[in-house]
C-alpha cells in the first residue's frame, strides 16, 4: 500500500479551525470526536509542561486540534503509512508542521519508556474482531479490536502509565462505559491509573485516567 495521499480519493473535513484531509484507506474523521481534542485543551492549560503523545492518531485531527491553542509539541503514531502522511499533511495545513512528530508503527514499540508526556490521548479500534464486518466502509485496522475489542486499547493504557507525568491524564475514546469499567478494572489501577471522569457523547464515550 502506498502512503502518498495523492494516489486515492482526497476528501476534507472541517474540525474546529482545521481544516483535515483524508481519503478511504482511513478512518472517516468524526465530528463528535472534537469533544476529546476539546478536553484535552482544557486539561493542558492546567498540566505541567511537556510534549502531548496521540495514540491511533488517524488523519492526526484529534492531537492537533488538542494542541492547536498551545505551544506544546505533539508526537503522534499510527500503524497505518497512509494515515501517518496524512497527519503530516493536516500538521503542515494548520502550520504546526515544526512542533508535530509522526511515527509509524505499532504502537507497543513506538514510544520508549524514557519519555515522559503531559498528556496522552489515544482513540483504539474498539469493535470486537467477530462484529466488524458491521462496519464495511470502515477500514479493518482503524476498528478491530481483537477478541474483546480491548485488544489495543490495553496497550494504549499500557504505554501511557508508563510514560506520563505523575498527575497527567490519558484521554481514550472507547465504545461504551461497559468498556471503561473493563478497562478499569483489568488494567488501569495494576498500572496506578485512577480513573476520574467519563464524558458519554452520541457514537462513543471518553475517559478520563489520571497518572497518581
Ligand atoms: C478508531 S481509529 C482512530 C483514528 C483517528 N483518531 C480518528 O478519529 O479518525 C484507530 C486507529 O488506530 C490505528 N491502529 C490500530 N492498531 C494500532 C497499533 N497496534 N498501533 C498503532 N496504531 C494502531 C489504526 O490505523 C487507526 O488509524
Given at each position: 500500500m502506498t502512503a502518498d495521499p495523492t494516489t486515492a480519493l482526497r476528501e476534507h473535513v472541517e474540525f474546529g479551525p482545521l481544516t483535515i484531509g483524508f481519503d478511504q484507506r482511513v478512518l472517516r474523521p468524526r465530528p463528535w470526536t472534537a469533544a476529546q481534542s476539546a478536553w484535552a485543551a482544557e486539561l493542558l492549560v492546567e498540566a505541567d509542561?511537556?510534549?502531548?503523545?496521540?495514540?491511533?492518531?488517524?488523519?492526526?485531527?484529534?492531537?492537533?486540534?488538542?494542541?492547536?491553542?498551545?505551544?506544546?509539541?505533539?508526537?503522534?503514531?499510527?500503524?497505518?503509512?497512509?494515515?501517518?502522511?496524512?497527519?503530516?499533511?493536516?500538521?503542515?495545513?494548520?502550520?504546526?508542521?515544526?512542533?508535530?512528530?509522526?511515527?509509524?508503527?505499532?504502537?507497543?514499540?513506538?514510544?520508549?519508556?524514557?519519555?515522559?508526556?503531559?498528556?496522552?490521548?489515544?482513540?483504539?479500534?474498539?469493535?470486537?474482531?467477530a462484529e466488524t464486518s458491521r462496519y464495511p466502509e470502515d477500514p479493518l485496522l482503524a476498528i478491530d479490536g481483537g477478541d474483546d475489542g480491548l485488544v489495543v486499547a490495553a496497550a494504549c493504557v499500557d504505554v501511557a502509565a508508563g510514560r506520563l507525568a505523575r498527575n497527567g491524564s490519558l484521554l481514550i475514546q472507547l465504545g461504551t462505559s461497559e468498556q471503561v469499567r473493563a478497562v478499569d478494572a483489568t488494567l488501569a489501577a495494576d498500572r496506578e491509573l485512577r480513573l476520574e471522569e467519563v464524558r458519554t457523547f452520541e457514537r462513543g464515550v471518553v475517559a478520563r485516567f489520571v497518572r497518581e
Open positions: 509542561p511537556g510534549p502531548v503523545l496521540e495514540l491511533c492518531a488517524g488523519a492526526g485531527q484529534i492531537g492537533l486540534l488538542a494542541v492547536h491553542a498551545s505551544d506544546r509539541r505533539l508526537v503522534c503514531v499510527d500503524a497505518n503509512p497512509v494515515a501517518c502522511a496524512w497527519t503530516l499533511q493536516n500538521a503542515a495545513a494548520a502550520g504546526m508542521a515544526d512542533r508535530v512528530e509522526v511515527r509509524q508503527g505499532d504502537l507497543a514499540v513506538m514510544v520508549p519508556p524514557s519519555e515522559s508526556y503531559a498528556l496522552v490521548v489515544a482513540d483504539p479500534p474498539w469493535v470486537p474482531a
